[in-house]
């Protein structure tokens, strides 16, 4: 993901010291039940969309957005998978940041599925059950988007729950 302006702005000010951002992710599957996938630029892994909303952007806005600025594939938000504040993580250049996630379920409106921007290297449908390795932070959002449930909430003692740690991850993410 791309580092938008305004952090680039805190960041002039605030150095390397852990910011607490919102993040949004967006589990989207089209008519014959395939979900959407990126093989990111950054380290080359399989994962679903997501990024950082713009200051003022409503959570299922930012992720229409970030949906098709990575994919150009048109979609609507449905419902809210889950709700996840992730363990920090620190980028090659420094900067910490923590991200409080929205997850949201999506359905494919239009648009055909391709690498729209520098994020990814591919971008493709896949069925459920043929999914590419991924991180847990993946597969997670998309059995929990198929399971229909009502949102899900990581537990009060451990608001951090699934997610790999304090690691360093290339800038440009």
């Known amino acids: 993901m791309a580092t938008p302006d305004f ?8 150095g390397h010291q852990l910011l607490y951002l919102p993040g949004v992710t967006a589990v989207v599957f089209d008519d014959a039940g395939r979900v ?3 093989r990111r630029s950054d380290n080359g892994e399989w994962s ?3 990024g950082i909303p713009e200051p003022g952007e409503q959570p299922a806005r930012a992720a229409v ?7 150009a594939v048109e979609c609507e938000v449905e419902r809210i998978v889950l709700v996840q504040t992730l363990r920090p993580v620190q980028y090659e250049n420094g900067d910490i940041c923590q991200f409080m996630d929205v997850t949201v379920a999506c359905r494919a409106t239009g648009g055909e599925a391709r690498v729209n921007d520098e994020e ?3 971008v493709g449908w896949f069925p459920v059950d043929a999914l590419p390795e991924m991180r847990e932070f993946s597969t997670f959002r998309i059995m929990q988007a198929l399971a229909n449930e009502p949102a899900w909430f990581a537990p009060a003692e451990d608001a951090t729950l699934g997610d790999a740690g304090l690691g ?3 800038q440009g993410r």
Not at 7 to 14: D, E, G, H
């Open 168 to 170: 360093v991850i290339p």
């Open 120 to 122: 990814s290297l591919e």
């Open 36 to 38: 959407l996938l990126g």
């Open 65 to 71: 957005r970030e949906v098709f600025e990575e994919t």
């Open 7 to 14: 952090i680039k702005n805190l960041r002039s000010t605030a």
């Open 48 to 50: 679903v969309v997501g």
